[in-house]
């Protein structure tokens, strides 16, 4: 049998950790149901579009808002980022710098 190192123990047994997975579970539930309201935002937005000939600025301004959102829960599900999002933390205002920085 392996033996298990006195990190690794340390890891299994930290209430931080397992409180981390639980919040990665929660915000993984909301990422889905996000993803569906901008699904419903994309099928209202496209009704608009045959109707009126022009998205719905209030909806474009929303889904922007939504997609920053889901950002930010991806950020904090891939361990990019230990700061929670909402409604543990501020709604993100700003939009994301999106930027791919390979790692060694």
């Given amino acids: 049998m392996r033996e298990i190192n006195s990190t690794e123990k340390k890891n299994w047994l ?6 981390r997975g639980l919040f990665m579970l929660l915000f993984g539930f909301i990422a889905g149901f996000t993803r569906f309201i901008i699904t419903l935002i994309a099928v209202f937005q496209f009704i608009s579009l045959l109707v009126t000939g022009r998205a719905n600025t209030h909806l474009k301004g929303f889904g922007e808002s939504l997609n920053n959102y889901i950002y930010h829960i991806n950020q904090f599900l891939t361990l990019n980022t230990d700061k929670y999002p909402f409604p543990l933390s501020s ?3 700003e939009k994301p710098h999106y930027r791919y920085t390979p790692r060694d």
Avoid at 14 to 19: E, F, I
């Fill in 14 to 19: 930290s209430a931080s950790t397992w409180l």
């Fill in 91 to 93: 709604w993100p205002e």
